[in-house]
């Protein structure tokens, strides 16, 4: 077991990604679906997707799966198997290369994955070790092949996970598919990353996959959330599972619950949608800006939230900004993008509509300000648009501390929460700052304990170090870098 107290954080390629992995009883080919579930996942990752059957090397490509829709034809012949894994990447670290595209493979076992392994250069020496850069390492790969000399050793995947489980230091959910055709899936035991599971009674296909809206893709109907610790094995015998390890309390990030999941997808019993439009019931008793003639979501995720902001103070909600979906970049999430160049290009297809915010005070309600850099444009356009007065409240905390299980704030120094003020109790300074550094009138943070009764769960199963800095949860207290050695930009 390794010492919780980790002082010399090495992180290297981590993702907070979409995997699934899928098997049919009655031996239907599984490639149309996987392919759809990961469509429906493409909020997680816009990087690159692929897919591993057995006895075959992965296919792996680089951009969205809508954008190989040509090649489905021959990816579902090509690959035809009643048993898959698949995974839709975005990158926390290193380069957008089809080198650290997943489905991985690693002698006969193929692996995708969704977290953070923060401890990867210790557990590559495990490995035999090796120099790594921010380019080419993968955190993925290290623990796959450490799994797989267990797995040797063992030859009991409950427990070899649990041997690597007390090996690793992070947030992971794996699926791995052996070349005998087995699925299994493993969820860490703190819970960071979400993970369900589903059945497709029409071809009798069980489905494990990151958000239960990809279920809802294919026709499959959501069984339950795989239990943070629990391995499910899926095989020719049927469903199995097991624990192989237990921890309390949970970590269910609460990122999550404000901006990546899919508002459709059903999360510890929680929906999504219903959460986000509480989040903003909740904002408006904290933030009662009565005085506001408008209130207008920052497109997409903050819609629930706005709807539920307005309502509760019975202000008029409108759709003041508006996505260019025919724009090269129109449809994709601007946070996720690994480069600040195609930040910028997404948010400047965000679109003001004049009749709306002209010579009215609008509050925009947003999930998170990260680096600041949307947020200013989207105000400066509102501006350039007509409007008097511009408020934003925000439904996340402030974020001050990079993210060592699977989310894109991997360095301290590029937050602008940070930049203005580090210390919790100067919420007010850093909301008069930030709103200076962005061009708002006025900005309104949620705090942890608010946002966790919105959310509907108890503040201690949920993971804040983002905005706390507590990083007990991971068991690490981690040495902050630049994003150039983060990421090698």
């Known amino acids: 077991m390794l010492n919780l107290l980790y002082l010399g954080v090495e992180m290297l ?49 680089l951009g969205l799966v809508s954008s190989a829709a040509s090649d489905f034809p021959m990816v579902t012949k090509k690959y035809k198997s009643h048993t898959a894994i698949g995974h839709v990447r975005y990158s926390t670290l290193g380069k957008s290369t089809i080198e650290n595209a997943q489905p991985l493979r ?4 193929c692996v995708a994955h969704n977290g953070t392994i923060a401890n990867v250069e210790e557990l590559s020496g495990m490995v035999g070790g090796c120099t790594f850069t921010p380019q080419t390492m993968s955190d993925t790969l290290v623990a796959a092949q450490r799994l797989v000399m267990h797995l040797a ?17 992070g947030s992971f959910c794996f699926t791995f598919l052996t070349d005998e055709g087995s699925v299994y899936a493993a969820r860490d ?6 993970l369900v599971l589903g059945y497709h009674r029409e071809t009798n296909t069980y489905i494990v996959v990151s958000e239960s809206c990809a279920l809802a893709a294919v026709g499959a109907q959501l069984i339950r959330d795989v239990e943070p ?47 986000r439009k509480r989040i903003g019931q909740f904002l408006a008793k904290k933030f009662p800006l009565t005085n506001a003639d408008v209130v207008v979501p920052v497109p997409d995720s903050a819609r629930p939230a706005a709807l539920g902001y307005a309502q509760e103070l019975g ?104 930049q203005h003020d580090t210390t919790e109790e100067s919420s ?21 304990t608010n ?13 804040f170090t983002c905005s706390t800095g507590n990083y007990a949860s991971l068991g690490i207290r981690p040495v902050f870098k630049s994003r150039i050695q983060m990421k090698g930009e």
């Open 13 to 61: 390629v981590h993702e907070n990604c979409g995997v699934i992995g899928i098997f049919s009883l009655d031996g239907h080919n599984v490639i149309p679906f996987v392919i759809d579930s990961l469509r429906a996942l493409q909020h997680r990752g816009q990087e690159a997707w692929g897919i591993a059957v057995p006895g075959k090397p992965p296919f792996r490509t």
């Open 451 to 463: 946002l966790a009764k919105a959310i509907g769960m108890p503040e201690e199963e949920l993971c």
């Open 315 to 418: 202000l008029s909600f409108e759709e003041g900004l508006l996505k260019d979906r025919y724009s090269k970049k129109g449809s994709m999430r601007s946070f996720i993008e690994p480069y600040q160049n195609n930040r910028l290009e997404i948010n400047k297809g965000i679109i003001p509509i004049p009749e709306v915010v002209e010579h009215k005070h609008v509050v925009i309600v947003d999930d998170s300000i990260v680096r600041g850099t949307s947020s200013a444009e989207i105000i400066r356009t509102l501006r350039m648009a007509g409007a008097k007065r511009v408020s934003l409240v925000v439904t996340y905390p402030p974020i001050r501390y990079p993210c060592y299980a699977g989310i894109d704030f991997p360095s301290q120094d590029e937050l602008i929460a940070y």
């Open 229 to 275: 610790g629990e391995l499910l094995k899926i095989s020719k015998g049927g469903l199995t599972s097991q624990h192989f390890a237990n921890e309390r309390p949970h970590a269910h990030c609460a990122f999550e619950y404000t901006y990546f999941a899919h508002p459709s997808s059903i999360m510890e019993g929680i929906n999504i949608y219903g959460a």
């Open 189 to 194: 035991t703190r819970g960071f990353r979400p």
């Open 153 to 169: 050793d063992k030859e009991d995947m409950a427990e070899a996970m649990h041997i690597l489980k007390g090996e690793m230091v």
């Open 428 to 448: 007010n300074k850093i909301e008069s700052h930030v709103a200076q550094a962005i061009g708002a009138d006025y900005v309104g943070y949620n705090d942890t």
């Open 106 to 109: 690693v002698k006969d076992l």
